[in-house]
């Protein structure tokens, strides 16, 4: 085991590395497309035709700093960004009725040898004597960091955990994305030479004040919380947790130590999140997982192609049109869910249909473990703690197009002003507010 202490199991990757003739027969079917789709549909703007052509002619030093360039995470967005939905689902083979280019794995193929060797292609620009706090450490502020870093000027990372990478350490299912791919990837962003303070919390080990006047500019991408109880009965029960509490203990376990094998699970959700959970419990040997949403399939967060997978496992059941309403348990343990059925009402002005629950409905799921994936919460108490800061009525963080907040100096970008979207989004979020930062310092120096 590694450093990183890394999950001692591999239960099968999404995406697994293709081997050099693989790589260079899917490289060699790409079209080259001028002004290409799947390099608009990509939030970094990766240049896929000039990445793709030079892994075709064997250049992969060239095609990875073609692709780290656009996006400095591009190891783990080859492995976590739903490419279906993004650059594969635009691209033009699809028009053809022919397999899309696997542009997730070659781009992969093309950024491992590199990332994941520790091998550094980047270098920090000449210092401009400006310091800029960066509040966070996940994708937006690994991406503002090295840009910045880049651009010459000084950045600190504060990180409130105990190791860098946000959800891509702590929070995205081991299927995709494990903690060690996730912690290498880290150390290599963090190479070119920022600073970094883990186990710091702004507010509690230093204040916000402090920062915003210490430092020529901060940023803040702490993206989202914990996701909040639903305040029914029984959520003291044991086998009643957090979904993403769950996915983080599995990359530090052995898989005999967090083997569902002979359990029937319950995860409350329709988002991505909460597909992570039911796939990761079915691969881990659960006899029956039920997913319980509260709509239907077209109102479901997650992505058509997750909800397949999920499904493909044989032992997943989506049970749609109900509501938990009590965690059953026996001993201080779950011993089942307790639901009520849901209909929709008539659709309001804007064309979205209500629910109402269906009287005398009530249904018990027998399961074993529930795990709750009901959308995280946001920073909203910290925010509050930062005077002048302005936050909308969804407590995200209100931000013009360059990442600016209401304060003079603070900038915010990721989950924390998006409200959740996907690692690339908040990549090509924290890049833009860097170089966004970077102007303005600029305009101070030289105005």
Known sequence: MSEHSASSYKLGELKPALSRNEALAEANRCLFCYDAPCTRACPTHIDVPKFIKKIASENLKGSA?????????????????????????????????????????????????????????????????????IVGGGPAGLACAHELTLLGHEAVVFEAQARLGGLNTYGIADYKLDIETSLK??????????????????GQDVSMSELLADYDAVFIGVGLGSIPTLGMPGEDLAGYEDALVFIDTLKHQSIDQVSLKGQRVAVIGGGNTAIDAVSQSASL???????????????????????????????????????????????????????????????????????????????????????????????????????????????????????????????????????????????????????????????????
């Open 285 to 447: 040997g659960a006899e029956k997982v039920y997913m319980v949403y509260r709509r239907g399939r077209e109102d479901m967060g997650a992505y058509d192609h997750e909800i397949d997978l999920a499904l493909s496992k044989g032992t997943v059941e989506i049970v749609y049109m109900a509501q938990p309403t009590e965690i059953l348990g026996e001993g201080g343990k779950v011993t089942g869910l307790k639901c009520v059925r849901h209909r929709l009402k008539a659709a309001d002005a804007s064309g979205k249909s209500g629910i109402e629950v269906i009287e005398d409905s009530d249904f018990v799921l027998p399961v074993d473990r529930v795990f709750r994936a009901t959308g995280q919460a946001k920073y909203r108490d910290f925010f509050a703690g930062v005077d002048g800061l302005e936050v909308d009525r969804s407590g995200r963080v209100v931000v013009d197009g360059n990442g600016k907040t209401s304060i003079d100096k603070l900038w915010a970008s990721g989950d924390c002003a998006n409200g959740g979207k996907e690692v690339v989004n908040a990549v090509a979020e924290g890049k833009a507010a860097a170089q966004h930062i970077h102007q303005a310092l600029e305009a101070k120096t030289h105005g």
């Open 185 to 202: 990837e880290v150390d290599w962003v963090q190479s070119i030479g920022f600073s970094v303070r883990t186990n710091t919390r702004i």
């Open 65 to 133: 700093k073609t692709i780290l360039e656009a996006n400095i995470l591009g190891a783990s967005c080859a492995r976590v960004c739903p490419t279906e939905v993004l650059c594969e689902g635009a691209c033009v083979l699809n028009d053809l009725h022919d397999k899309p280019i696997k542009i997730g794995r070659l781009q992969r193929y093309a950024t491992d040898p590199f990332v994941m060797e520790g091998t550094q292609l980047f270098q920090a620009g000449e210092a401009t004597g400006k310091k800029v706090a």
